[in-house]
């Protein structure tokens, strides 16, 4: 397996835009979560989804973030509209029950920037 | 809640020197432990494990830990550390309690590695 997936590895954008980070969890994984990672606040858990349902999203800075799993084999965080506090590294990881269930896998996360 | 502190901000070792890296965790009971190596622009890579049963792990990369119940620690060892071995080393918790789905992460320790 190739591991998580997430694109794009980097991301420019100007204040106000629309931001859309995808990410393809590792295959038979049955979760998958949504990480922040900023200097001053390291890593904290955005959402996290079960069987492509959201379990608990109370990580989610606003209502600006918004995460959907369409299927088992995708998902997305959008941000609308981005403002320059946003810029972090965003990670998703998954993780199965049959392995354990808090041992994630992380993708190699996007980098954000907003300007 | 359940918290992690990484008392060490940034530790510089010799190349071939003795590791340990100091993490204590805030929970009621017994949770799920864990450490986990960031290389630079890199995702995390999970290092070892604790879940029960012998108290001290190994994990990957000559990597090993300590669960100590009594003084809320599961600190990282390694007897004599590489130059590749430079990276930021996080520890996490999670809930042994059934939703063991979440991992809270400590803020890191930056390791640099002198020749």
């Known amino acids: 397996d190739a591991g998580v997936i997430q694109s794009p590895r980097h991301e420019v954008t100007e204040m106000g835009q629309e931001v859309t980070l995808r990410c393809k969890p590792i295959?038979?994984?049955?979760?998958l979560f949504w990480y922040r990672q900023t200097m001053m606040r390291g890593l904290e858990l955005l959402i996290y989804?079960?069987?492509?349902?959201?379990?608990?999203d109370s990580g989610m800075p606003e209502d600006r973030f918004s995460a959907k799993m369409p299927n088992a084999s995708f998902s997305t965080l959008k941000i609308q509209p981005s403002e320059p506090r946003d810029s972090a590294v965003y990670f998703c990881?998954?993780?199965?029950?049959?392995?354990?269930?808090?041992?994630?896998?992380f993708g190699q996360g996007t980098r954000l920037t907003v300007v | 809640a359940q918290s992690v502190t990484q008392p060490d901000i940034h530790i510089t070792v010799s190349e071939g020197a003795s590791l340990e890296l100091r993490c204590n965790y805030s929970?009621?009971?017994?949770?799920?432990l864990f450490w986990y190596v960031q290389s630079p622009g890199q995702g995390l890579q999970l290092l070892l494990k604790?879940?029960?049963?012998?108290?001290l792990v190994q994990g990957i990369k000559g990597f090993e830990a300590e669960f100590k119940r009594s003084q809320s620690s599961f600190n990282l060892r390694k007897p004599s550390v590489h130059w590749s071995d430079a990276a930021e080393y996080f520890c996490?918790?999670?809930?042994?309690?059934?939703?063991?789905?979440?991992?809270?992460f400590g803020k890191g320790t930056l390791l640099t590695v002198n020749p």
């Open positions: 990881a998954s993780s199965s029950v049959n392995r354990g269930i808090a041992e994630a896998f």
């Open positions: 295959s038979g994984h049955d979760y």
């Open positions: 989804f079960n069987n492509n349902v959201p379990i608990d």
């Open positions: 929970y009621g009971a017994t949770p799920y």
């Open positions: 604790y879940f029960s049963g012998d108290t």
């Open positions: 996490a918790v999670a809930d042994s309690g059934g939703s063991n789905y979440k991992l809270t």
